[in-house]
């Protein structure tokens, strides 16, 4: 009897012993670690609420001078990292040479428009009073000093053609009393008569020759000669004003380079200030400093490289904010 009772516990045993491990798979011990749901890592990945992420923004791979070790208690303002700015420190020693160098250029650059205006306006002004002299003196001649000469050649012309006539009414008496009277004295007195009639003749012709020309060559070839002038003075005066012109334009695409030029040198030299400047970084809140995750102890330390954007710190505020 008691043998039988020792058999149906042990096939009990059995069965409750096969059923657990049947179950076993399916329902986790207590105290095991469960498995990770999908989305546990992300949820880590994120930075406590109202936490602050320092990050390298100069631009270049730069070396770790100082930096706050973890767990650190800092107030807003405190220095937490310290980057090696000396490459950035010989470039803007440089970078003030261009700057300035610019600047002089610019300088100049302004000056020599103002003095290539002023020189092409004098030019202009130069050119100005030469072409009134050159019409001043085109109508001078027409209208003074050819009516002079024309009025002088037409008197000249007509006394002239006067005493001909004379002469030749003398001439005529004289041969007359000549012939009538056979006297040596009316020879002589007729011949010298004939003689002052040849030369009052030419006198006369040549007064008429010298009216036609002034008419005609001498008028011309003068209102054409003071016309060329007054042409090469309105030549000269729009040259002069196309000079004023260009030295405006050319002076100022000059001067806008320059500007240009001393901007962009001036920028590069902000630029670097901001790299120097953010070469050193501040506590912007007061908290506590923590290694982001994906930093770690090895990459943020006194001679390690960092590269642009890095988180170097998180800074954990005092106390969390409430729900």
């Not at 059923?19 to 399916?26: A, E, H, K, T």
């Not at 290694?291 to 960092?306: E, N, R």
């Amino acid at each position: 009897m008691a043998g039988s009772k020792r058999v149906g516990l042990l096939a009990v045993g059995a069965i409750l012993w096969a059923g657990l491990c049947l179950l076993g798979p399916q329902t986790p011990l207590a105290g095991e670690r469960q498995a990770a749901k999908p989305g546990d890592r992300e949820a880590r990945a994120l930075p406590p609420a109202g936490s602050v992420d320092l990050r390298y923004e100069v631009g270049q791979p730069v070396t770790i001078l100082s930096v706050v070790p973890p767990g650190k208690s800092v107030k807003k303002g405190d220095l937490l990292v310290e980057l090696d700015s000396s490459a950035f420190v010989d470039k803007r020693i440089q970078q003030v040479r261009d700057v300035k160098k610019a600047e002089t250029e610019m300088i100049l650059a302004t000056e020599s428009q103002d003095r290539e205006k002023r020189a092409a306006g004098g030019q202009v002004g130069l050119a100005e009073k030469a072409l009134r002299l050159a019409q001043a003196q085109l109508k001078a001649f027409i209208d003074g000093e050819y009516p002079h000469q024309l009025a002088l050649a037409q008197g000249a012309a007509a006394i002239a053609d006067e005493k001909r006539e004379m002469l030749e009414d003398r001439v005529a008496y004289l041969r007359h009393a000549a012939e009538t009277q056979k006297e040596e004295a009316a020879q002589t007195s007729r011949q010298e008569a004939e003689l002052a009639l040849q030369e009052a003749k030419l006198q006369s012709y040549a007064a008429t020759d010298s009216l036609a020309l002034l008419k005609s060559v001498v008028h011309d070839n003068r209102v054409a000669e003071l016309e060329m002038v007054v042409a090469q003075r309105e030549f000269d005066l729009a040259r002069a004003r196309d000079a004023v012109s260009v030295a405006t334009t050319c002076g100022a695409a000059t001067v806008s380079l320059a500007e240009m030029n001393h901007r962009m040198e001036s920028n590069r030299l902000a630029k670097l200030d901001d790299q120097i400047t953010n070469c050193r970084i501040y506590a912007p809140q007061d908290g506590t400093v923590v290694y982001p995750d994906d930093a770690g102890a090895a990459a943020v330390k006194p001679g390690a490289v960092v590269r642009e954007r890095q988180v170097l710190i998180r800074l954990l505020p005092v106390t969390p904010p409430k729900p």
